[in-house]
């Protein structure tokens, strides 16, 4: 009896003094400050859900064939990255675009540009156009 005795307030202690510590490794590195509320969002909206900030940045990953550090050092809030302020201007570009010129014509065109309009999974479009125009030039001169 006084052997179990024992061994549940070994088991409370232990447990309380695993509890005491704090976890924040993905606040720290997600910059979260609450529950589904991130740190330094200027763009997106500051009352984004966490799945709908994911998918979004899952998006940008695949539309522009890069990952999460090409845009973000270690901790996810820093602006420490000048792609993260090109990408900042790049969605307000997109969305003005779809404002003003796509969602007048009607609801279904109100997303009509995104990332991978332009992009195509490459993080130079313009590069890869000028390219490409080139080799469509040097085949019609052949």
Known sequence: MKKNIIYLCSFLLLSFVLMSFNNNVKEVYFGKTSEDQFKNLKVL?????????????RGYNQALGVKCNHCHSGDKAADDKHSKEVARHMIQFTNELNAKEFAPIGEQYKNAIECATCHRGSTKPMEDTRLFMESKNDKKKQ
């Open 45 to 57: 909206p500051q009352n984004i859900s966490k799945d709908s900030l994911m998918s979004l940045m």
